[in-house]
C-alpha cells in the first residue's frame, strides 16, 4: 500500500510540476554550480542508437519521477509524506531515514522464538545463511537496533553449525603464530583445516566465511554491558577457529607463473575445495584474516602480485586477468591492497604496483550524470548495490597516505 | 570433509542431479558430485598424471548438457560455470599443437563451447560469466586461429551495439593475445587506434572506445616515451581526435565539448605530450569540465586542473 501511494504522489507531483513555474533544477545548477542528480540536460547522450542506449534511456525515465524538489511540492503532497512518516513537517525539505520499519524488515529473517520461515523461492540462498545472517545483523547494527541476547546467542549457534572441518595438506612449518617463510622445505602434512559454509553439512566457502566471521565479529564486539553472553561465546568461537581457517586458507592457494617481465610466482586462491579463481577469495581471505591476526607471510606471498594482475586497460579490476573492468571485483581488490600494503609496511597503494591514477580515473567515471548513482562497468545502468561497491572503493582510496584524496561528486 | 563413503556412486550422482535442480546454487553437491565423476573415470593409461581432475569423455559430454539445462534459467550461477570449466581443463590443457586437423575432437568440443557461450551472449552479450569462461578458453587453448576468429566476433558485436564494453574488454584480451608482460609492438597499436577512431566517429559520447584509445597510447608512453614513434604515434592520434570532434560539430550543430570523454581523451594525451602548451589547455579543458559540461565530475576536474598546473609550472 505505502509504495502505491508514495508512486501516485510522486506521479501527480511531477503532471503538476510540468506546469508550474518553480525555478527548474537545472537552472539550480547553473547558479550554483553543484551537481543536481535528474538534471534534463545531463541525461546520457548518444548520436546511435542500440541496446545500451534503449536500456539506458529506460532507466532515466523510470528514474525521473523520484528527483522532485520537496519545497516545491503542493500542501496535499507534503501531507501524504509527512503521514508516511518520510518527512517530518510541511517545512522539511528533507526525506528521513524509516529507522523502526528498516529494523523490523531486518528481524524477519532472525526470528528465533516465533518461528517465522522466509518463503520457498529463499531455497536459492539455502547456501548462503551466513549471508543472510550478515546482511541484517549488520543493518540492524548501523541502525543502533540490534536484536536481544537470545537471538545473538541463536546466531552464534546457528553459525558455528555451517562450519566445517576438511582434510588439507599443509607445509609443516605454517604456524599462526609466526611469520615463515613458505619456501623453506616443501614438507606437508595432512592436517584438519576448516571454515564456516553456507549451511549444516555444506563445504566451507570463502564468502560464507567472510560473512559468519562479519556477523560473529559484530557480536563479539557488542558492548560486553549490554549483551554479556553473546560477545563471550562469538569471540570464543573465533579463538577456537583460527588455527583451522588459516590451514583451509592456505590450502586453496592456486600458485601460477606471474604474467611478469620475471615470471615469478603469483598466487590466486579458490573460493572453495576445487572452486573458481577469483579476486573475491582474496579479499575475503585477507579480511577475515586481517581480523582474526592470522595474515601470515605464507598466506600473503604472491597475493598482491596476482591482484595487480586484475587490473584491466580501464583502470578497474576484474574478476580474474582480463577480464571486464568491474565495481565489485575493484572493490575486492582494493580492499585486498590495502589490507595488504599495511600489514607489508608499504608507505601506499601504488607501491603495489597498481596503476592508482587509472583506477581513480575509472572510479569517478562510473557515477552517472542524470542519475547519481554508480553503475558497475562501463556502458551498463545504475545499481544501488554500486553506491556500496564503487562509493566504498573511492573512499578507501580517501585512506591512502598520499595526499591524493578527494571524495566523490 | 568427513562424509560416508558412497559404494555406489551411480546413485549418488542420480541424487545430486536431483538435488541440483532444487537449489543449483549448493556448491557442496556439485563439488561432490565431481567427485563421484572422478571415482567413476578411468584414466587412459595406469601411469596417468595431472594437476587436472580427468573425467572420462562420456561424463564429460553428459554433465555439459547437464550444466546448459540447468545454466538456461540461472546465466549468472557460478557453479554451473565452473561445471563446465572443470569438466573441460583436463582436455583443454592437452592441446598444444595448432594445426586444427590433430586435435580432431577436443577441437570439437572446443567449437561447440565457443559456440554454446556465443548462444549465452546472444541472450545477455553482457554476461561476466559467459565472458569469462570464454576467456579462459582462448587462453588455455592458444590457437592462433581461435585469436584471429575472436576478432571477427568481437567486431560483429560492436556492429550490433558500438558500446558493448564486454566487446571492447574482450578486444583488448585479443589484440594482446592474453599476455601483459609481452611488449605490445608500435605497429599494432597505431592498426589498433585507427580502429578504435573509426568506431568513435560513430557516437563521439561513447566511452568505451575513447578509454581503449587512451589505454593503447599510455602503453605505448610507457614503452617508448619520448621515441620519435612515439611522438608520431601521439600527434596522429592527436589530429584523429580533433577530427571526430570537428566532423561531429559539423555534423550535429552540437558542442562538441559535451563529448566529455572525448574531452578526457585528449586532456590525457595533452599531459602525456607534456610541452608548456600541450599542458595549458589541458588545464583549460579540465576547468570547462569541471565548470559546465562534467558537474557531476566537478570535484575530480578541479583537482586534475591543479595537478596539471604544477606539472606546467
Same mark, same amino acid.
Given at each position: 500500500?505505502?509504495?502505491?501511494?508514495?508512486?501516485?504522489?510522486?506521479?501527480?507531483?511531477?503532471?503538476?510540476?510540468?506546469?508550474?513555474?518553480?525555478?527548474?533544477?537545472?537552472? +539550480?545548477?547553473?547558479?550554483?554550480?553543484?551537481?543536481?542528480?535528474?538534471?534534463?540536460?545531463?541525461?546520457?547522450?548518444?548520436?546511435?542508437?542500440?541496446?545500451?542506449?534503449?536500456?539506458?534511456?529506460?532507466?532515466?525515465?523510470?528514474?525521473?519521477?523520484?528527483?522532485?524538489?520537496?519545497?516545491?511540492?503542493?500542501?496535499?503532497?507534503?501531507?501524504?509524506? =509527512?503521514?508516511?512518516?518520510?518527512?517530518?513537517?510541511?517545512?522539511?525539505?528533507?526525506?528521513?531515514?524509516?529507522?523502526?520499519?528498516?529494523?523490523?524488515?531486518?528481524?524477519?529473517?532472525?526470528?528465533?522464538?516465533?518461528?517465522?520461515?522466509?518463503?520457498?523461492?529463499?531455497?536459492?540462498?539455502?547456501?548462503?545463511?551466513?549471508?543472510?545472517?550478515?546482511?541484517?545483523?549488520?543493518?540492524?547494527?548501523?541502525?543502533?537496533?540490534?536484536?536481544?541476547?537470545?537471538?545473538?546467542?541463536?546466531?552464534?549457534?546457528?553459525? =558455528?553449525?555451517?562450519?566445517?572441518?576438511?582434510?588439507?595438506?599443509?607445509?609443516?612449518?605454517?604456524?599462526?603464530?609466526?611469520?615463515?617463510?613458505?619456501?623453506?622445505?616443501?614438507?606437508? =602434512?595432512?592436517?584438519?583445516? /576448516?571454515?564456516?559454509?553456507?549451511?549444516?553439512?555444506?563445504?566451507?566457502?570463502? %564468502?560464507?566465511?567472510? %560473512?559468519?566471521?562479519?556477523?560473529?565479529?559484530?557480536?563479539?564486539?557488542?558492548?560486553?554491558?549490554?549483551?554479556?553472553?553473546?560477545?563471550?561465546?562469538?569471540?570464543?568461537?573465533?579463538?577456537?577457529?583460527?588455527?583451522?581457517?588459516?590451514?583451509?586458507?592456505?590450502?586453496?592457494?592456486?600458485?601460477?607463473?606471474?604474467?611478469?617481465?620475471?615470471?615469478?610466482?603469483?598466487? /590466486?586462491?579458490?573460493?572453495?575445495?576445487?572452486?573458481?579463481?577469483?579476486?573475491?577469495?582474496?579479499?575475503?581471505?585477507?579480511?577475515? %584474516?586481517?581480523?582474526?591476526?592470522?595474515?601470515?607471510?605464507?598466506?600473503?606471498?604472491? +597475493?598482491?602480485?596476482?591482484?595487480?594482475?586484475?587490473?584491466?586497460?580501464?583502470?578497474?579490476?576484474?574478476?580474474?586477468?582480463?577480464?571486464?573492468?568491474?565495481?565489485?571485483?575493484?572493490?575486492?581488490?582494493? /580492499?585486498?591492497?590495502?589490507?595488504?600494503?599495511?600489514?607489508?609496511? +608499504?608507505?601506499?597503494?601504488?607501491?603495489?604496483? +597498481?596503476?592508482?591514477?587509472?583506477?581513480?580515473?575509472?572510479?569517478?567515471?562510473?557515477?552517472?550524470?542524470? =542519475?547519481?548513482?554508480?553503475?558497475?562497468?562501463?556502458?551498463?545502468?545504475?545499481?544501488?548495490?554500486?553506491?556500496?561497491?564503487?562509493?566504498? %572503493?573511492?573512499?578507501?582510496?580517501?585512506?591512502?597516505?598520499?595526499?591524493?584524496?578527494?571524495?566523490?561528486? | 570433509?568427513?562424509?560416508?563413503?558412497?559404494?555406489?556412486?551411480?546413485?549418488?550422482?542420480?541424487?545430486?542431479?536431483?538435488?541440483?535442480?532444487?537449489?543449483?546454487?549448493?556448491?557442496?553437491?556439485?563439488?561432490?558430485?565431481?567427485?563421484?565423476?572422478?571415482?567413476?573415470?578411468?584414466?587412459?593409461?595406469?601411469?596417468?598424471?595431472?594437476?587436472?581432475?580427468?573425467?572420462?569423455?562420456?561424463?564429460?559430454?553428459?554433465?555439459?548438457?547437464?550444466?546448459?539445462?540447468?545454466?538456461?534459467?540461472?546465466?549468472?550461477?557460478?557453479?554451473?560455470?565452473?561445471?563446465?570449466?572443470?569438466?573441460?581443463?583436463?582436455?583443454?590443457? #592437452?592441446?598444444?599443437?595448432?594445426?586444427?586437423?590433430?586435435?580432431?575432437?577436443?577441437?570439437?568440443?572446443?567449437?561447440?563451447?565457443?559456440?554454446?557461450?556465443?548462444?549465452?551472449?546472444?541472450? #545477455?552479450?553482457?554476461?561476466?560469466?559467459?565472458?569469462?569462461?570464454?576467456?579462459?578458453?582462448?587462453?588455455?587453448?592458444?590457437?592462433?586461429?581461435?585469436?584471429?576468429?575472436?576478432?571477427?566476433?568481437?567486431?560483429?558485436?560492436?556492429?550490433?551495439?558500438?558500446?558493448?564494453?564486454?566487446?571492447?574488454?574482450?578486444?583488448?584480451?585479443?589484440?594482446?593475445?592474453?599476455?601483459?608482460?609481452?611488449?605490445?609492438?608500435?605497429?599494432?597499436?597505431?592498426?589498433?587506434?585507427?580502429?578504435?577512431?573509426?568506431?568513435?566517429?560513430?557516437?563521439?559520447?561513447?566511452?568505451?572506445?575513447?578509454?581503449?584509445?587512451?589505454?593503447?597510447?599510455?602503453?605505448?608512453?610507457?614503452?617508448?616515451?619520448?621515441?620519435?614513434?612515439?611522438?608520431?604515434?601521439?600527434?596522429?592520434?592527436?589530429?584523429?581526435?580533433?577530427?571526430?570532434?570537428?566532423?561531429?560539430?559539423?555534423?550535429?550543430?552540437? #558542442?562538441?565539448?559535451?563529448?566529455?570523454?572525448?574531452?578526457?581523451?585528449?586532456?590525457?594525451?595533452?599531459?602525456?605530450?607534456?610541452?608548456?602548451?600541450?599542458?595549458?589547455?589541458?588545464?583549460?579543458?579540465?576547468?570547462?569540465?569541471?565548470?559546465?559540461? #562534467?558537474?557531476?565530475?566537478?570535484?575530480?576536474?578541479?583537482?586534475?586542473?591543479?595537478?596539471?598546473?604544477?606539472?606546467?609550472?
Amino acid at each position: 500500500y505505502q509504495y502505491i501511494s508514495i508512486t501516485y504522489v510522486l506521479y501527480s507531483v511531477l503532471h503538476q510540476q510540468q506546469h508550474n513555474t518553480t525555478i527548474s533544477k537545472s537552472i +539550480m545548477a547553473e547558479i550554483t554550480g553543484n551537481f543536481v542528480p535528474g538534471t534534463t540536460k545531463y541525461k546520457s547522450k548518444y548520436t546511435v542508437v542500440n541496446q545500451t542506449t534503449s536500456l539506458q534511456q529506460t532507466t532515466e525515465t523510470e528514474c525521473a519521477p523520484f528527483f522532485i524538489s520537496i519545497a516545491s511540492l503542493d500542501p496535499n503532497s507534503k501531507r501524504d509524506l =509527512e503521514r508516511l512518516g518520510l518527512i517530518q513537517d510541511e517545512n522539511s525539505t528533507n526525506i528521513r531515514l524509516l529507522r523502526k520499519k528498516h529494523a523490523a524488515y531486518l528481524r524477519r529473517p532472525l526470528y528465533f522464538k516465533n518461528v517465522q520461515t522466509l518463503p520457498g523461492s529463499y531455497i536459492s540462498l539455502d547456501s548462503s545463511k551466513p549471508w543472510i545472517i550478515y546482511w541484517t545483523l549488520h543493518g540492524l547494527d548501523l541502525l543502533d537496533d540490534l536484536p536481544d541476547e537470545d537471538t545473538l546467542i541463536g546466531i552464534v549457534h546457528t553459525l =558455528e553449525a555451517c562450519w566445517s572441518n576438511v582434510n588439507v595438506k599443509v607445509n609443516v612449518n605454517a604456524k599462526v603464530n609466526e611469520k615463515v617463510n613458505v619456501n623453506d622445505g616443501n614438507e606437508e =602434512e595432512d592436517a584438519l583445516g /576448516g571454515g564456516f559454509g553456507g549451511g549444516v553439512g555444506q563445504l566451507p566457502h570463502c %564468502a560464507t566465511n567472510y %560473512a559468519a566471521v562479519n556477523a560473529l565479529s559484530i557480536i563479539a564486539g557488542c558492548d560486553v554491558g549490554d549483551y554479556p553472553d553473546a560477545a563471550k561465546l562469538a569471540l570464543d568461537l573465533l579463538k577456537r577457529k583460527r588455527d583451522s581457517l588459516l590451514k583451509w586458507f592456505l590450502s586453496l592457494r592456486y600458485e601460477r607463473k606471474g604474467d611478469n617481465e620475471k615470471g615469478s610466482m603469483v598466487c /590466486g586462491y579458490r573460493m572453495q575445495h576445487d572452486g573458481e579463481v577469483d579476486v573475491r577469495a582474496t579479499y575475503c581471505i585477507c579480511s577475515v %584474516a586481517s581480523l582474526l591476526n592470522i595474515l601470515t607471510s605464507d598466506l600473503m606471498d604472491g +597475493m598482491m602480485e596476482h591482484v595487480v594482475e586484475c587490473q584491466t586497460f580501464e583502470g578497474g579490476f576484474g574478476g580474474e586477468p582480463f577480464a571486464e573492468a568491474h565495481g565489485g571485483y575493484t572493490f575486492c581488490a582494493l /580492499g585486498a591492497l590495502q589490507i595488504l600494503t599495511k600489514a607489508k609496511g +608499504m608507505a601506499n597503494l601504488e607501491q603495489s604496483g +597498481m596503476d592508482f591514477v587509472a583506477l581513480r580515473n575509472w572510479l569517478v567515471n562510473r557515477q552517472m550524470g542524470y =542519475e547519481g548513482g554508480f553503475q558497475g562497468r562501463c556502458n551498463k545502468l545504475v545499481d544501488g548495490c554500486y553506491t556500496f561497491w564503487v562509493g566504498s %572503493a573511492i573512499a578507501i582510496l580517501g585512506l591512502d597516505g598520499t595526499n591524493q584524496q578527494f571524495d566523490s561528486g | 570433509m568427513n562424509f560416508p563413503t558412497f559404494d555406489i556412486p551411480e546413485r549418488a550422482l542420480e541424487l545430486t542431479a536431483l538435488c541440483l535442480r532444487f537449489n543449483p546454487a549448493n556448491y557442496t553437491t556439485w563439488w561432490f558430485r565431481r567427485q563421484c565423476l572422478a571415482s567413476l573415470s578411468t584414466p587412459p593409461t595406469s601411469d596417468f598424471e595431472s594437476k587436472y581432475t580427468y573425467f572420462s569423455e562420456n561424463f564429460i559430454a553428459n554433465d555439459l548438457m547437464l550444466a546448459s539445462k540447468l545454466g538456461g534459467s540461472n546465466p549468472k550461477n557460478y557453479q554451473v560455470w565452473y561445471h563446465r570449466r572443470n569438466l573441460l581443463e583436463q582436455s583443454f590443457s #592437452d592441446m598444444t599443437s595448432d594445426s586444427d586437423t590433430e586435435c580432431g575432437s577436443v577441437l570439437e568440443l572446443v567449437n561447440e563451447e565457443l559456440e554454446y557461450i556465443a548462444g549465452v551472449l546472444d541472450k #545477455d552479450s553482457k554476461n561476466y560469466h559467459a565472458w569469462s569462461h570464454r576467456q579462459w578458453i582462448l587462453k588455455i587453448i592458444n590457437m592462433e586461429s581461435k585469436w584471429t576468429a575472436e576478432i571477427e566476433y568481437i567486431n560483429d558485436l560492436l556492429e550490433a551495439d558500438v558500446r558493448n564494453n564486454s566487446a571492447w574488454n574482450q578486444r583488448w584480451l585479443v589484440s594482446h593475445r592474453g599476455s601483459k608482460s609481452k611488449p605490445f609492438p608500435v605497429e599494432a597499436a597505431s592498426e589498433e587506434v585507427n580502429f578504435v577512431i573509426s568506431k568513435a566517429r560513430e557516437d563521439p559520447y561513447n566511452e568505451s572506445p575513447w578509454r581503449y584509445f587512451v589505454a593503447l597510447i599510455k602503453e605505448q608512453f610507457r614503452l617508448i616515451a619520448s621515441s620519435p614513434e612515439f611522438v608520431s604515434l601521439v600527434d596522429t592520434c592527436e589530429n584523429a581526435l580533433k577530427e571526430v570532434k570537428e566532423k561531429f560539430e559539423l555534423e550535429s550543430k552540437k #558542442d562538441g565539448m559535451e563529448c566529455t570523454h572525448l574531452i578526457a581523451a585528449h586532456i590525457d594525451i595533452l599531459e602525456m605530450k607534456g610541452d608548456e602548451d600541450s599542458l595549458s589547455s589541458a588545464v583549460e579543458f579540465a576547468i570547462l569540465l569541471e565548470s559546465r559540461y #562534467d558537474p557531476v565530475r566537478k570535484k575530480y576536474w578541479k583537482l586534475r586542473a591543479q595537478q596539471l598546473q604544477v606539472v606546467a609550472n
